[in-house]
């Protein structure tokens, strides 16, 4: 990669003995030591491994720490540049990844994320790499996720799906009720414009982030949707894209994330704070408030087992929603 970009001024270095690099690997993690091993094992496995620094940033508690620290070190040797550091502050994937990004040399032009229980496809990096070098307009780029072994899942798109701004037939958009669909292959090889990025596998140029960075307030086990708030801005200053030859595994670990009820109402009320925080017009309040509407009758239309503690989490996030009781949507919140 060249070295056209500008970099931020006010960095901390990694250590001496990592050499200057043009691309980073940045991991954050925390309580997942064994999860962790397996997603490094990956990227160590790809092309040019020797030349792409990894940065562990742990928010673990002071056991699992040690634990973790010694999985890394366990997985570094002389050929393969790795960097634990110990987050110090009140753990987030926010607050962490903005922290790697401060401690990256000034050499490195591309950031790439990657989450502690990701499984990279060969050639991951290679694609992205690739597509960066040639498309110099665009300020990041992501891969293709799939949460089982083969192709990608792709859900059915109903007309209730359309009707209640749900779900589209097209990957990577952003509807105007703030729900999103993912990446997925098209059958052709080329790149896709996409309107957001996930950072379980996506990348950024490093200048990028003399502009933006993710939003602190955000903090608490998945689902957070820090990843969108955070592309989203990025997409207003330049286009991002999907590479579809870009692929990894996605092995969902079970650890730091809430129950169903739990994870439905905080899905809801971080939906509606990105809606404010991003799309603030009446319309997209209304088509918000559309979307809650359709969630609900097919909950309460379902007969999956789970539906009745999903229904119990919509019903409080509507409430938290519509009240405000939410530390992201009361007033003084700082939007990053």
């Known amino acids: ?21 043009s691309e980073a690997v940045v991991i954050c993690t925390r309580n997942r030591p064994d999860v962790l091993r397996e997603t490094l094992r990956s990227v160590f496995s790809q092309s040019g491994a020797a030349e792409r620094p990894v940065l562990v940033v742990d928010g673990s508690d002071r056991t699992e720490a040690t634990h973790t620290a010694r999985v890394v070190q366990s997985q570094s040797d002389s050929r393969l540049p790795v960097w634990y550091h110990r987050y110090s502050g009140v753990p987030a994937g926010t607050r962490q990844r903005n922290a790697g990004v401060d401690l990256l040399p000034d050499s490195v032009e591309v950031v790439h994320f990657i989450d502690d229980d990701v499984t990279l496809r060969p050639g991951y990096f290679d694609a992205l790499c690739e597509v960066l070098n040639q498309k110099r307009h665009l300020l990041g780029v992501g891969g293709v996720i799939a949460e089982s072994e083969g192709a990608p899942s792709r859900s059915r798109v109903r007309w209730a799906h359309r009707l209640f701004l749900l779900r589209v037939d097209q990957p990577s958009r952003v509807l105007p009720s703030g729900h999103t669909t993912p990446a997925w292959p098209t059958g052709e090889s080329d790149m896709q414009p996409a309107a957001w990025l996930s950072t379980c596998a996506s990348s950024y140029r490093a200048s990028v982030f003399d502009t933006h960075r993710f939003d602190p307030a955000v903090e608490g086990p998945s689902p957070r949707l820090e990843d969108l708030d955070f592309s989203v801005r990025v997409a207003r200053d330049g286009p991002l894209a999907v590479v579809p030859e870009a692929r990894c595994l996605h092995r969902v670990s079970g650890r730091n994330r809430r129950g169903t009820a739990a994870t439905t109402r905080e899905r809801l009320v ?6 404010r925080k991003n799309m603030d017009r009446p319309l997209n309040r209304l088509a918000f408030w559309w979307s809650t509407l359709g969630q609900l009758i097919a909950l309460v239309t379902s007969s ?9 989490g919509h019903v409080r996030g509507l409430r938290q929603a519509w009240t405000r009781a939410h530390p992201l949507l009361g007033e003084g919140v700082d939007d990053g």
């Open 304 to 312: 999956d087992p789970d539906s009745r503690a999903a229904l119990r």
């Open 270 to 275: 971080r939906r509606y704070w990105f809606v």
């Open 1 to 21: 990669m060249s070295h056209a970009l500008r970099h931020r001024s006010s960095r901390t270095t990694m250590p001496e003995d990592i050499a200057p690099a």
